[in-house]
């Protein structure tokens, strides 16, 4: 799952990161983040998504900056990840930070 360079760790998640596969994504994402003081994440294969996806993304954004760490994706999110945080509503009223972490880019 992740390829690691120097102290930075790029990590690809699979089509389906949905509610019936986050319970497996996740131990291995935090494993990431508690292993290297950067990670970046392509969710360019992400295509079966739901919000509990979103959510441990969030949930791990969080975590990093907490520790002094970043996250952060390979591209803006697109497809299917880009449908449901438009569905969720989470792109209504979106906050700088969401807008450079999931659409890289400013508002």
Known sequence: MAEVKKNR???SLPEKANIRTVKDLQPE???ALQGENAVVLDISACREVDFSFVQMIEAARLYAKVAGKT???SAPAEGAVLDVLKRAGFLDQVSPEHASFWLHREV
């Open 9 to 11: 760790s790029e990590t």
């Open 29 to 31: 994402l935090l494993a």
């Open 71 to 73: 996250l952060t994706l």
